[in-house]
């Protein structure tokens, strides 16, 4: 057995999956009597492709990852939970999480009973390598990095990940939610120096598709059949897959330009607002803006229609706001608000 097989549940590595008869027959226009389904042709009465088969050559020649390193969820929250329940035994393993950042982590451990421990991330939302390995024992499967990183913005430098992941002597997931508003880049190109890495990623941001539901997992052939093993046979129906292959037919990097340069004039306007104590850089589509009172704040702008995220009472966020970047008009409504939440002051 190798380091990696070494990590996977027992209960997993034996496991014997569920298939279905339809995988026995690749040719065209059979005649489907295996499955129970309706032979009349509502246009939804035959169960999807399992295994996703076009989808993932479609996400495979955009994302430049071979098919058999893809692994399709319903959200990345999916693929959040899946690494629990491939990985840490309830109630025994144990996983790493750097603080603060995405709330599913510790929910999908605590769902899955299993502990997770917290290293607050450095000065400036550094990324606390030395105090992430030294948080790791022989139980801790998983270490959860995010880059950049929610709430925070900011992304991690690649060569400080990568020294990371080739030391952790578990699996790292490195959600890329926000990689398509990077500089930094996504290290999903380099997948096969690390045979301990997943990478997820999601179309529920900068592809716009977030109620389609469909997240991904970049890993080696070997944890992305454990996931597949382990997943709903029919996680993935068949209008998101259709949805999703007709969307990923239009480019949208204009858009993403758009918004990452309405962060980066978002970013250069709030500090000009007395209210405003701080903006922290951010290499996503989002801003942490600490300001004097968050909560009289968030309530102004609620009373105005625009919701915010208060995170100010995350950990190392006191006092912050996070802000996603809209459009161009959303935005400026957004500075118009806090205008008038200067202008009400002087009159108070
Ligand atoms: C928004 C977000 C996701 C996306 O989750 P989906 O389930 O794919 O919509 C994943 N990770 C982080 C850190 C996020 O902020």
């Known amino acids: 057995m190798n380091s990696i097989e070494r990590l996977v549940r027992p209960n997993i590595r034996a496991l014997c999956p569920y298939s279905t008869a339809r995988d026995e027959y690749q040719g065209p226009l059979g005649i ?25 050559e479609q996400i495979s020649r955009i994302k430049g990852v ?24 309830p109630g025994t393993d144990n996983a790493i999480a750097i603080s603060p950042s995405y709330g599913m982590y510790g929910v999908a451990a ?33 270490l959860f990095l995010c880059s950049p990183n929610n709430p925070s913005g900011n992304a991690f430098p690649a060569a400080e990940l990568s020294a990371l992941i080739a030391r952790f002597p578990g699996i790292v997931v490195l959600d890329e ?22 990478i997820l990623q999601t179309l529920s941001k900068a592809y716009g598709l977030a109620a389609l539901r469909l997240g991904m997992a970049f890993a080696s052939p070997y944890i992305i059949r454990l996931m597949s093993m382990v997943k709903y046979p029919y996680n993935i129906n068949q209008s998101t897959q259709e949805l999703v292959a007709k969307a ?28 405003v104590r701080r903006v922290y850089p951010s290499d996503a ?41 809209g459009l161009p008009s959303e935005n400026d409504k957004l500075l118009t608000s806090l205008q008038a939440y200067e202008k009400g002051d002087i009159h108070r």
């Open 177 to 198: 939610a926000y990689a398509d508003f990077s500089a930094e880049g996504s290290l999903r190109g380099r997948l096969s120096e690390f045979p301990n890495l997943i």
């Open 110 to 142: 605590d769902i899955n009973d299993v502990r997770l421990r917290s290293v607050p991330l450095g000065p400036d939302f550094s990324l606390p390598a030395k105090e992430l390995l030294a948080a790791a024992d022989a139980r801790s499967k998983l």
């Open 66 to 89: 071979p098919a058999d390193s893809i692994f399709l969820g319903n959200g990345s929250d999916e693929a959040i939970d899946l690494c629990f329940r491939v990985f840490c035994k």
């Open 248 to 275: 990923l037919r239009e480019p949208v990097e204009d858009r993403i330009a758009e918004t990452v340069s309405q962060r980066r004039q978002l970013a250069a306007e709030l500090p000009a607002f007395r209210c």
């Open 285 to 325: 589509n989002f801003l942490l803006v600490q300001v004097d009172d968050a909560d009289r704040l968030y309530a102004h702008l609620l009373a105005d229609g625009i919701i915010v995220r208060n995170r100010s009472r995350v950990p190392q966020c006191a006092g912050c706001l996070r802000i996603t970047v």
């Open 32 to 56: 489907f009597l295996d499955a129970n389904e309706s032979p009349y042709p509502t246009g939804w009465n035959r169960y999807p492709d399992p295994h996703q088969k076009a989808l993932k």
